[in-house]
């Protein structure tokens, strides 16, 4: 009974923090989008190429979040954009970013000058779903390689989410995965949410993407 009531103050602690960037974040019209997978499907290649092409027309600022290295950042810092890399192992190695870290990575970017804010948060399916950090919109990234029942066993990180992308499509002839279950799996869950098949090495899905991107960002600076 103990530990429920720590969990519970510790989750409570955190929506004051993610409610209070949340107001920061409209005070500035920027879009925060919080994408979330598990480790290895291919979200940072995805992230390469949508800054890529979103770029220089949406002004863009990236937070990385994992447990050890620069790898991600280094490598997104590439595009041009501004990148904060946050290791949570100064935090005990925790699985997500949680909204008081948001609040200190965000203080390095001039939020004013910025329409788009993307968060890569630790690569973890379940975690990360559970800590809302002040952002607009989630987005969920499954490679094809994870398997078809991905949604089934982590429901909730494709429930909280507002897009699914069903990611290394340019796989799919080497796989065994039924990729029409996979999208009914994640629509099983999340009835009616986008789901936008997806290859960053080919191109194939990317354009849907940018437009729903595009979409939210406009949204928000209206």
Known sequence: MKEIKVVRRVLDVNEMMADQNRRRFAESNVFVLNVMSSPGAGKTT??????????????????????????????????????????????GGDCHLAAHVIENAAANFDLAGLDLLIVENVGNLVCPAEFDIGEDARAVVLGVTEGEDKPLKYPLMFRVCDVALLNKVDLLPHLEIDIDRAEANILQVHPDMPVFRTSSKTGEGLEPWLQWIRKKVAAKKG
């Open 46 to 91: 995805l992230l390469e190429k949508t800054l890529e092409l979103l770029m220089p027309d949406v002004r863009c600022a990236v937070i990385v979040g994992d447990i050890c290295t620069t790898n991600d950042a280094d490598r997104l810092a590439k595009s041009g954009v501004d990148v904060v890399q946050v290791n949570t192992d100064e935090f």
